[in-house]
């Protein structure tokens, strides 16, 4: 990414940019979405904030916009135990977050434009969905799971048998969790705007693909890289 934020970019450029620098401007109640059409500067001094606290709040979100996993090839050289904390670090807490930041924008579009965007309801149906089986498929793997799996890395597991059933069970998991993600881009036509789409709409489409980007690298890491080393 090579976008430069300064006092002169408009504030709907950054988040068409940066989709999570709109809840920077939420917090500093900096109208995004039907005022965004403003350079920073002017929406500084409409609310009596500092440029240079305000643009540093959103280099913050741009450097961690920045995609985790430049080089797969790492991982697949690396131990268990690596994959583990980083798949921790990137993927769970990561996801955690957006899936809070995110859930008032798609109940608000659902709200505002279900009525005639029928489409809306089920996507807010199936983001919900979403989020609840993630959630409690990420409790799973850092409570039961990993552990299981940094112990079947130095082989001091005590069960062997049940440690692969829980790994194929999480496969299983992933595969929902794909099919939701797979629905949610059937009922948006890939995601597609229709003309009247206003800058809340576009944010939560443009947010809800990149959420099933972060899931997809997630889901390959342990599918692809760290459990076939205990599957096979």
């Given at each position: 990414?090579?976008?430069?934020?300064?006092?002169?970019?408009?504030?709907?450029?950054?988040?068409?940019?940066?989709?999570?620098?709109?809840?920077?401007?939420?917090?500093?109640?900096?109208?995004?979405?039907?005022?965004?059409?403003?350079?920073?500067?002017q929406a500084v001094d409409?609310?009596?904030?500092?440029?240079?606290?305000?643009?540093?709040?959103?280099?913050?979100?741009?450097?961690?916009?920045?995609?985790?996993?430049?080089?797969?090839?790492?991982?697949?050289?690396?131990?268990?135990?690596?994959?583990?904390?980083?798949?921790?670090?990137?993927?769970?807490?990561?996801?955690?977050?957006?899936?809070?930041?995110?859930?008032?924008?798609?109940?608000?579009?659902?709200?505002?434009?279900?009525?005639?965007?029928?489409?809306?309801?089920?996507?807010?149906?199936?983001?919900?969905?979403?989020?609840?089986?993630?959630?409690?498929?990420?409790?799973?793997?850092?409570?039961?799971?990993?552990?299981?799996?940094?112990?079947?890395?130095?082989?001091?597991?005590?069960?062997?048998?049940?440690?692969?059933?829980?790994?194929?069970?999480?496969?299983?998991?992933?595969?929902?969790?794909?099919?939701?993600?797979?629905?949610?881009?059937?009922?948006?036509?890939?995601?597609?705007?229709?003309?009247?789409?206003?800058?809340?709409?576009?944010?939560?489409?443009?947010?809800?693909?990149?959420?099933?980007?972060?899931?997809?690298?997630?889901?390959h890491l342990e599918n692809?890289?760290?459990?076939?080393?205990?599957?096979?």
């Amino acid at each position: 990414m090579t976008f430069q934020i300064t006092a002169d970019t408009l504030v709907k450029d950054i988040v068409n940019e940066i989709p999570k620098t709109s809840d920077v401007f939420k917090k500093n109640r900096i109208d995004f979405c039907c005022g965004g059409n403003i350079p920073l500067s002017q929406a500084v001094d409409q609310n009596g904030l500092s440029i240079e606290t305000l643009i540093e709040e959103l280099k913050v979100v741009y450097e961690k916009s920045t995609p985790a996993d430049t080089d797969l090839e790492v991982w697949t050289n690396s131990d268990s135990n690596s994959i583990i904390d980083h798949i921790i670090s990137n993927y769970h807490r990561v996801s955690e977050e957006e899936l809070t930041q995110l859930s008032p924008y798609v109940t608000k579009v659902s709200r505002v434009h279900g009525d005639n965007h029928p489409e809306l309801v089920k996507v807010h149906d199936l983001f919900y969905e979403f989020k609840k089986e993630l959630i409690e498929h990420m409790i799973k793997e850092e409570e039961v799971v990993f552990p299981l799996i940094r112990k079947l890395a130095d082989n001091t597991v005590e069960n062997r048998e049940e440690a692969i059933a829980m790994i194929v069970e999480l496969e299983k998991e992933h595969d929902h969790a794909g099919e939701i993600l797979r629905q949610i881009r059937a009922v948006t036509t890939d995601f597609e705007l229709p003309i009247d789409a206003c800058g809340t709409y576009r944010l939560v489409y443009k947010r809800l693909e990149e959420l099933e980007g972060l899931t997809f690298m997630h889901v390959h890491l342990e599918n692809n890289i760290l459990f076939p080393r205990y599957l096979g």
